[in-house]
């Protein structure tokens, strides 16, 4: 899979950055260049996290490891490492990689969804580079 140039130094220019909401809830992105491999065959090491003000993460896009297969034991497991934190409390199901665009798209839906459900204004009053 080849991620174009452009899109790849775009995309590192967050890594360690957090953006911060009025409420203190944050998003939280790290990003880096691995070696393609089965389970990273993009090349791209992210996690892209929203939390509360406290710092606990409510949803996460994240490759750091596998999640466990999910389907009966005549679906192929999927060898990519690529998955996502739906909720609190979720260890983490499939995410197919598509494209950086794709990812971050998925990822913004789904902070947008979490501050719509729980009234948060996605206001960013802040950024700061850890």
Same mark, same amino acid.
């Given at each position: 899979?080849?991620?174009?140039?452009?899109?790849?130094?775009? *995309?590192?220019?967050?890594?360690?950055?957090? &953006?911060?909401? /009025?409420? =203190? &809830?944050? *998003?939280?992105? $790290?990003? !880096?260049? %691995?070696? @393609?491999? =089965? @389970?990273?065959?993009?090349?791209? /090491?992210?996690?892209?996290?929203? &939390?509360?003000?406290?710092?606990? !993460?409510?949803? =996460?896009?994240?490759? /750091?490891?596998?999640?466990?297969?999910?389907? =009966?034991?005549?679906?192929?497991?999927?060898? #990519? /490492?690529?998955?996502?934190? !739906?909720?609190?409390?979720? $260890?983490? !199901?499939?995410?197919?990689?598509?494209?950086?665009? @794709?990812? *971050?798209?998925?990822?913004?839906?789904?902070? $947008?969804?979490?501050?719509? #459900? @729980?009234?948060?204004?996605? #206001? %960013?009053?802040?950024?700061? $580079?850890?």
């Amino acid at each position: 899979m080849v991620t174009p140039e452009h899109t790849l130094e775009w *995309l590192l220019d967050y890594d360690g950055r957090r &953006h911060y909401y /009025a409420s =203190g &809830h944050f *998003l939280k992105f $790290e990003i !880096r260049l %691995v070696e @393609q491999s =089965g @389970q990273v065959p993009h090349g791209i /090491a992210y996690s892209f996290t929203f &939390h509360d003000p406290e710092g606990v !993460r409510l949803i =996460g896009f994240d490759n /750091a490891h596998p999640v466990p297969h999910t389907g =009966g034991r005549y679906v192929k497991a999927k060898t #990519e /490492a690529d998955h996502w934190h !739906r909720t609190i409390n979720d $260890e983490g !199901r499939p995410y197919t990689f598509v494209s950086v665009e @794709q990812l *971050l798209e998925d990822y913004f839906s789904e902070v $947008e969804r979490i501050c719509k #459900e @729980q009234g948060i204004s996605t #206001e %960013v009053v802040n950024e700061k $580079e850890i």
